[in-house]
C-alpha cells in the first residue's frame, strides 16, 4: 500500500498562489477558495475500480495534509499513489470513507469550484493544438505579463514566446516541457492544492531546481 512522507515546506516566500475567489458560488465556496492553501484529509478511504468480490486497490488509507504542507506519497508500482490522487481529484469516487478539501466533503463542492481549488499536473499532460498562450490559459483570462511570469517561474523557453505553436498531444515539444507547461497551467489558476503525479520524472536536475523553487 501507498505510504506519505512529509517534505520540507518551501519558505514561506515560495508557497502556493494564492486561490481565486469565485462569484456567485454556494456560501461556504467562496472561504473555502479564498483561503489559499487548502488542508487535505482522507478518512478511511477505500478505493476500487471493479465490485466485490475484486479486491480494493486502496484499503482502509486515512493521510491528514496541512495547507501548505508538501508530502510525497511512496510505493511501488501498483500501490495505489494515482489511484489516491485521482480521487483527491473527484475522478474515482471512494466506495468507503471520506475526503475534505479545506475542511469540507469533497462531493459539496461544485465542478467548477473543484478544478480550480486542485491543479493536477500528471507524468503524461494533455496539449492542445495552438499556441503556447492558448494552452497555459485556455479560457483567456489572464494577461501575457502573467502568462510570462508563471512560465519563469518553472523555467519554460520557448523561441517565440507566447505564440509558439503546438501540435496536438504536445508532439512537437519534450515530455518535460510538457510536464513544466503543465505546472505553469496550475499556478496560474492560483488553485489551494496542486496534485503532482511524477510530474518531474522527464526533468533534468538542473531543469527541476525552478520548478523546486516554484513549488
Known amino acids: 500500500t501507498a505510504s506519505a ?28 477558495l479564498a483561503a489559499g492553501a487548502l488542508s487535505l484529509e482522507l478518512r478511511d478511504v477505500e478505493l476500487r475500480y471493479a465490485p466485490p468480490p475484486s479486491a480494493p486497490v ?61 491543479a493536477c499536473v500528471p507524468q503524461s499532460p494533455d496539449i492542445f493544438s495552438g499556441t503556447l498562450r492558448d494552452n497555459l490559459d485556455p479560457a483567456g483570462t489572464h494577461g501575457d505579463r502573467s502568462l510570462r511570469e508563471a512560465c519563469a517561474r518553472v523555467g519554460v523557453r520557448f523561441p517565440a514566446g507566447l505564440d509558439t505553436r503546438l501540435s496536438a498531444n504536445g508532439l512537437s515539444i519534450s515530455v518535460g516541457e510538457r510536464q513544466l507547461l503543465c505546472l505553469a497551467r496550475a499556478l496560474l489558476v492560483g488553485a489551494g492544492l496542486i496534485l503532482l503525479d511524477e510530474a518531474t520524472s522527464s526533468l533534468s536536475d538542473s531543469t527541476r531546481a525552478p520548478v523546486d523553487a516554484a513549488l
Open 5 to 32: 512522507r512529509p517534505v520540507p515546506a518551501a519558505p514561506a516566500s515560495a508557497q502556493p498562489v494564492p486561490a481565486a475567489t469565485a462569484s456567485a458560488q454556494p456560501a461556504a465556496t467562496p472561504a473555502l
Open 58 to 118: 486502496v484499503a482502509s488509507f486515512s493521510l491528514h495534509i496541512e495547507a501548505a504542507q508538501r508530502v510525497g506519497l511512496l510505493g511501488r508500482s501498483g500501490a495505489g499513489k494515482s489511484t489516491i490522487a485521482r480521487a483527491v481529484a473527484r475522478l474515482l469516487q471512494p466506495s468507503r470513507g471520506e475526503v475534505r478539501l479545506g475542511g469540507q466533503p469533497l462531493e459539496s463542492l461544485g465542478e467548477g469550484e473543484l478544478r480550480r481549488a486542485v
